[in-house]
Every structure is written in C-alpha cells, then in structure tokens.
C-alpha cells in the first residue's frame, strides 16, 4: 500500500476498534458477577484484549495478502491448520447468529411487552424475521451493508452504552435503591471457583474482534507510534464502557432476574421507570434493536469473504465461490442460513431461555478459541522462522516481547476453552430422576457393600449432569471445527481455479 493512502489517524482506529468490539448485548452476561465483573475485566483486557490487537497488527502488516486469519496460520503451520482456522471464524458465526438474533429479538419483545421475551415461540419468530431481512440485505451487497453498520454501530452501540452509563450514574447518585451491595476493593476481585469460573469464557466472547484493527495497520500514517496509541486508547474506551454499562445494569437488576436476552432492556426500563420517563422504553427498544440489526447484517456476510478465499485456493467446489452480480457468494450466504435457522431452534426446545444463550455462547468461545489459539501460535512461529519479513508494526522487546504477549494470549484463550466446557452454576441440562438413581444403586448393589453403593451411587448422579454438558460442548464444538479435514480428504483436482 502506498503512503498517499495512509490517511488513519490514530483516533480513526481507535474507533475503528472500539467499534469492532464493543456490543451493549454482552453486558447481561457479565451484570450476573456485579462488582467482581471489573476484575474480570481488568482480566481479560490484560490476557487476551492488548496481546490480541497487538500480534495481529504484526501478522497484518507483515502478510497483507488478503485472507486474513486463514493466510497467516497457513504461512506458519499449513494449509490444513489455515483451513481450519478460517473455518472455525466462520462456524462461530453459525452458532453465534442464534444469540444476537435472541437479543434482537428479546429487545423488539420490549416494544411490545416484556413478558414476550420468555416466549420461545415468539423468540423464534422474530428471530428469524430479522435473520432472513438481513440475508436479503446482505445479498445487495457490500454498498448498503456499510451504510447501515455505519449508522448502526453509533446509534445501536455507542449511544445506548453512553445513556446506559448516565442513567446508572444518575441512579445510584439519588436516593433509589440499589441492588448492588456497598462497593469494597475485596468485591471487585473475581471469585475463582468451579461454580462461576465457566462466566470468565464471556470475557473472551466480549473481547472478540479486536483483531480486526490489525487489517487497518497498514492504513494508519505512523503505525509505530499512532497503532499503540489507538489500541490504548481503545482498550480503554471498551473497558470503561463495558464497565460501567454491566455495573448500572447490576444496580437495578437482581441476578436472579436477570435475563440473558433481554437483560439490557431490563436495566432501561428500570431506569425509565423510576425517572418517569416509561414513555421511552420502546424507543430506546428500536435503538438497540437496529444497532443489533446492523452488527447482524454486518457480520453475515464478512467471515464468508474470508472462507471464499479457501474456496478459490480450490480447498473447496467450485460452486461455493460463485459470486452474485453485487459480489456476494450467494450459495456461502443461504447455506449459512439454513444451519442457523437450525440451530435457532434450541430457543423453542430447551424448558429455558437463558439455557439455550448461554450453550450457543458457550461453543462459540470453544470455535473461537481454537482461531485465536492457532493465531497466537503463529505469530511467535513466524516471528521465529521468518525474522526479515518487513512488518510496519512489531511487539516491542524482540523474541522475548513476543513470546510474553502471545504466550499470554494463547494461554488465556486455553484457559477460555477448558472452562468453556464447564456448566455454570444452576444449569442442569440433565438433572437425573429418583428412579435413574434406583437404578443405579441396583445395578451396583450386587457387587458393593449397600453403604458403598449409596455413596458411590450419588457420586455418579451428581456428576453426571457435567459429563453430559461437557459432552454435548465437545461434540458440538468438533461437528462445527473439523470438516476441513474431511473437505480436504475429498479434494479433487478440479476444485482449483484455473
């Protein structure tokens, strides 16, 4: 790229990114830890938020050939692993899609009544209404899309997480009740334990995305002075942001009324409320509802782009890469549908909500994790075989720099992984019944002494509702990252581009 196009100043980016990552819809999620949340945060900014904007500006402004996370696992480790890497961006997404569709439509329930919020039925009707307008927009082509991610990200992010802030801000400064206890320094600290340590995997969720930015590096006027700063300035911004956002809806939500889909609307009609201004909750309602349209339609079509360049290297048929007159892989873009139209479906047949948001965030951060681990890997790898590659941007402090900043992003997002396959606390997906239990203890009786099977018995019920999730997220998590590798198997040679 030539320096005439170098036009980014460092605010730019530092937009650029805050736009890229902050999502009001994350903030339910986080409201359950109350005080605690900005340790979390403090967490997760330092262990994967900074090394993951950082290595990927090495990793764009050292291979910018267009492709993204799938060229720079497949310069360091392969063509299989950049496959799968890419793959995993993409069917995160597919998994992902049910979540802010819920939150959409969660948020459109408040326009009309709350309660409609709980309804699975009407949760699935909405969902795919939105779902499908925003296919329709999408095949338009990228023209309109970024017109409306343009107006969206300011009126659905930016200005609810600002009103959000004021209102609690001006809450907690009168004489309403509070929910949250009296702040200590102790309470800001997160509790690590079996019970809540799954939660930390929305940190992760929340985070994702900052390695966009890095495909800006190379557009920014002095990457080694300005792209610091913007990432900075931008970790702080969302942090901020974040933090007070969760905190305000912590202030007027109890926990054990906090919806998961609906939970920022919750915190705006409790505000509203309580200033007598009740009036505009549904406005408020349409503004998030559109930025959340906006991120949806945003996001569509995006990490297709990325999985249409496997395609034209021929590691997929040729009929996945066939474009629209606008540009768009319209087979990518309807296919993709149908799966999430799919997977949609657990809001109709899971007894709750919230369990069916949090089993879809939860494999999502498992597929992410797998992309942001392959990432991390090959930045120090690169670092290692390919030294003189120019890079507009390096981590600061050689060898050793490299490996503290990817090595804690790796290591972080390996910790997201494994404490994503645990359930969090109060969700038993299959709470076992006072006849399984019989069964059991018949079935061992005739082996053990009665007092052993009883133990041994209640040993085995107990556990057995974490086995079954752990096994459902493996299973889920393997059925959406491993078809590269079966697609490969097949490949034929007609698949490349000639």
């Given at each position: ?77 392969g ?6 890497a ?9 998994v992902?899609?049910?979540t ?44 309109i ?100 956002g969760t ?63 496997t ?15 606008r ?35 939860a ?90 099977v ?45």
């Open positions: 790229m030539s320096n005439d196009k170098k036009s980014l100043s460092a605010f730019s980016l530092m937009m650029i990114s805050v736009a890229a990552v902050l999502s009001v819809r994350n903030f339910p999620s986080m409201a359950t830890y109350g005080w605690s949340s900005i340790g979390w945060y403090v967490l997760g900014t330092i262990l994967f938020l900074l090394p993951m904007t950082l290595v990927s500006a090495e990793l764009a402004t050292g291979w910018n050939k267009g492709g993204g996370v799938y060229s720079w696992v497949r310069e360091a480790f063509e299989k692993a950049g496959f799968i890419v793959f995993c961006e993409w069917s995160n997404n597919l992902w899609f049910p802010v569709l819920s939150f959409i439509a969660g948020t459109i329930a408040y326009i009309f009544s709350p309660d409609l919020a709980n309804n699975g039925l009407f949760m699935f009707i909405t969902m795919m209404a939105v779902f499908w307008l925003s296919t329709i927009v999408s095949l338009l082509g990228s023209d899309t970024s017109r409306i991610n343009n107006i969206g990200v300011v009126l659905g992010s930016l200005v609810p997480s600002v009103l959000l802030a004021i209102l609690g801000i001006a809450y907690a400064l009168s004489d309403r009740h509070v929910v949250l206890p009296v702040f200590s320094l102790d309470a800001t600290l997160p509790g690590i334990h079996l019970t809540t340590v799954p939660f930390v995997a929305s940190v992760i969720l929340m985070f994702a995305g900052m390695e966009m930015s890095g495909f800006h590096a190379m557009d920014v006027k002095n990457p080694h002075r300005d792209y610091p700063r913007a990432m900075f300035g931008a970790a702080v911004i969302v942090f901020l942001m974040s933090v007070f905190l305000a809806m912590s202030a007027v939500i109890p926990v054990k009324e906090l919806n998961l889909t609906a939970g920022l609307m919750q915190a705006f009609e409790s505000f509203l409320k309580s200033f007598g201004m009740s009036w505009a909750t549904p406005l408020v309602a349409i503004l998030v509802a559109l930025g959340g349209f906006a991120l949806l339609t945003t996001w569509l079509i995006g990490p297709i782009l990325g999985l249409n360049v395609a034209h290297s021929g590691d997929m048929p040729p009929f996945t890469r066939k474009l629209n007159k540009g768009v892989p319209v087979f990518m873009l309807v296919f993709q549908g149908i799966i999430a139209t799919m997977l949609s479906l657990l809001y109709v047949v899971l007894p709750s909500v919230n369990q069916a948001y949090w089993i879809l965030s494999i999502t951060v498992l597929l992410l994790s797998i992309t942001y681990m392959l990432l991390f890997a090959a930045a120090i790898i690169l670092r290692i075989r390919q030294p003189d590659v120019p890079r507009a941007f390096r981590i600061p402090g050689g060898m050793v720099g490299m490996w503290i900043v990817a090595g804690l992003g790796f290591l972080s997002t390996a910790f997201a992984f494994i404490v994503g396959l645990l359930p969090p606390a109060g969700m038993a997906l299959f709470p076992p019944s006072a006849g399984f239990h019989s069964t059991v203890a018949s079935f061992l009786s005739g082996f053990m002494h009665k007092k052993i009883s133990e041994v018995t209640a040993e085995m019920v107990a556990a057995l509702p974490t086995a079954a999730y752990i096994a459902i997220m493996l299973f889920g998590t393997a059925v959406l990252a491993l078809p590269p590798l079966l697609i490969l198997k097949f490949r034929k040679q007609s698949w490349i581009e000639k």
